[in-house]
């Protein structure tokens, strides 16, 4: 049920890793089709002061399209496909830019990442990215991801940025995404043209009567709507991942939501790491690795299985598949292989040193991560 209760709102000073949406209609200016460079100046601020909370930071943010029609000359209206992925080839380049020099007066590095729906249905890809992710945050890069907008295609396309923000939240284990929206939160009507809509602060569950108050998109620029947001609090609050909706036109949108600015809740009741445990114990195994006692004992201490413990591989599987992982006392769990099983019998029983030798090319040092892993 949907609830106006404040006591139970999340705060996101709690946060320890966030991810943050932002839309075409925040970032470029509608009438001119500029860089609203005061305003992604403010959000620097917000981010850095986040980073200073020892929080991890992830911006998915839209605008390379808006960019790149306004400097092809393309007007407003509607744009073929071709012509998309033309300006968006051109308005990625001025964006990536926008946020690096944005973030670089904090000491912030910044990265690109452009993903397409395949990415994260294909789990070899899904693996690939979280762990390009988990890199950049342990080295402090602040990551900017977009849809590949320049090669994809409405079947291999997300379509909109709420829903990508919110599989990018599930990837990388975030506690909060925040969608920074031109409404202060979600409404029981379209305010715009019900003056008796209200709105909600905190929603518990997501119930039939909640999705069918959501409406469509009412910015120009924005493709996102209503929907697209209660879709993505779908996918978020079920990885144990809370959500927020909140106005984000204001000049430093996180610091006013961190300060009671309006905003929705939609509260989850796990944690984001024991929900994606959960998962993966859940998924049906397509092999199986042993280990010896010293790779056992590990496991069961929170370390990662590194080629060196296992002594043996059955089973045909591919990279990023579930298999189980037995030691000499039986089964200890479940995880996602960063190798084929074909690999996995190569490295088997080898230093992580010896990968690239053994296989010709460079591996990563874990067979199955921690953090892929449910014991």
Known sequence: MASLTEIRRPSLTDA?????????????????GLLREDWLTGLAQDVAQAQARGVDVILVSSGSIALGRATLGLGASSLPLEQSQAAAAVGQIELARAYQTALAPHGIRAAQILVTLEDSEDRRRYLNTRATLETLLALGVVPIVNENDTIATDEIRFGDNDRLAAQVAVTVGADQLILLSDV??????????DPTARRYDVIDEITPEIEAMA???????SRGGMKTKVMAAKTATRAGCAMVITEGSVRRPLNALEHGANCTWFTTHGDPQVARKRWIASMKSHGEITVDAGAARALMSGKSLLPAGVTSVRGTFGR???VEIVGPDGKLGQGLCRYTSAEAEVIAGHRSADIS????????????HRDDMAV
């Not at 202060?184 to 043209?193: I, K, Q």
């Not at 409406?215 to 620029?221: K, R």
């Open 357 to 368: 030798d053994l296989l010709g090319y460079p591996g990563r040092a874990a067979l199955v």
């Open 184 to 193: 202060d939160g979600f409404y029981s009507a379209n305010p715009g043209e």
């Open 215 to 221: 409406g469509d998109a009412a910015s120009g620029l």
């Open 16 to 32: 320890r890793r966030l991810v943050v949406k932002i839309g075409s209609a925040l970032l470029v200016d509608r009438s001119t």
């Open 320 to 322: 990023g598949e579930p």
